[in-house]
């Protein structure tokens, strides 16, 4: 993020997206996901490097991005239905494990508990 920084022009903006670090997402995105489903390549994921999104705000901060209040400005995403499409490819209820993540993110305004994206914004130069 630091170089990101460096290099965006001043009043440019950086969107971006990530996951969350808590138990939800170690347990979805990571062991079922990854793991046991095998839909991504070992290793795609390092739960340890998840950011939760105080620590997203934090960092950003910390760099000099103006960053606009997580709860009202950033979103969160999801997948509906993730623990019962899983139940269901386990007990043979769907034969492509790639089906367990069919379908497109719901947006979830103020739930970062999963995905999540947002905006900052490098400050204007100032004229002297």
């Known amino acids: 993020m630091q ?9 440019g903006v950086v969107v971006f997206d990530t996951i969350s670090r808590n138990f939800k997402s170690y347990l979805l995105v990571w062991l079922v ?3 046991m ?6 290793d795609t994921h390092d ?9 997203m ?15 009202e400005e950033w ?6 239905d993730i623990p019962y499409r899983v139940a269901r490819y386990v007990l043979g209820g769907m034969k ?3 089906e367990v993540f069919e379908g497109n993110p719901v947006e979830l305004p103020g739930d970062l508990s999963m995905i999540y994206g947002g905006v ?3 400050p204007e130069a100032v004229n002297s």
């Open 47 to 55: 739960w340890r490097l998840f950011i939760t999104p105080e620590e």
């Open 96 to 98: 492509d494990k790639h």
């Open 120 to 122: 900052a914004r490098k």
């Open 75 to 80: 979103i969160g995403m999801d997948y509906e």
């Open 33 to 35: 996901a990854q793991e």
């Open 57 to 71: 705000e934090r960092l950003l901060g910390d760099i000099g991005f103006v960053v606009g209040s997580p709860k």
């Open 37 to 42: 489903l095998q839909v991504m390549y070992n």
């Open 3 to 11: 170089e990101i920084y460096r290099v965006l022009k001043p009043g």
